[in-house]
């Protein structure tokens, strides 16, 4: 069973604040993707790396997937109060999705 | 169309009743997924379906079923559920299982609620 950590399990900012939350596994992932979900809703998908190294940007999102493709990290810069939510990273292999326990983000007006 | 639709947003039971979640897609995938959400935790996996076909079930209690009628529809069929059993219930697809790209489409969820 692939193991995949998120940190920081929780974090609350202010409005305007950057911030980095990370996924790590010591599995080597086919694919990554990264979700925010908000409550009562389900997770929205917001990125899919696969390439190690690999780098993309979405608005104010930078997403990084690990030249080893075992890790990635999500930057945001000049957080908002939408961007408050659940952010999920499964990594996808042979058996599906696996899930860490998400990483609850609150960014306070 | 990127959307999952699911089917009904909210539900409330009793541990004697009989009901059916619901899920549609029709963005051509072949993958289906039901998942079970409690409060401030990460989906966990329920079943998976391929090709109509299921192909994974992760331990789930026989009171609930799940049925693919066709490849654009995933039922859950729920009976004698316990209060425990109150949770979100999320529908996901994907285009096929275990792919390497592996993204998976997720509905809005049944927020289900067993009295």
Partial sequence: TQLLEQSPQFLSIQEGENLTVYCNSSSVFSSLQWYRQEPGEGPVLLVTVVTGGEVKKLKRLTFQFGDARKDSSLHITAAQPGDTGLYLCPGGGADGLTFGKGTHLIIQP | ?115
């Fill in chain 2, 1 to 115: 169309d990127t959307e999952v639709t699911q089917t009904p947003k909210h539900l409330v039971m009793g541990m004697t009743n009989k009901k059916s979640l619901k899920c549609e897609q029709h963005m051509g995938h072949r993958a289906m997924y039901w998942y079970k959400q409690k409060a401030k935790k990460p989906p966990e996996l329920m079943f998976v379906y391929s090709y109509e076909k299921l192909s994974i079930n992760e331990s789930v209690p026989s009171r609930f079923s799940p049925e693919c009628p066709n490849s654009s529809l995933l039922n859950l069929h729920l009976h004698a559920l316990q209060p425990e059993d109150s949770a979100l219930y999320l529908c996901a697809s994907s285009q096929e299982e275990g792919s390497s790209y592996n993204e998976q489409f997720f509905g809005p969820g049944t927020r289900l609620t067993v009295l």
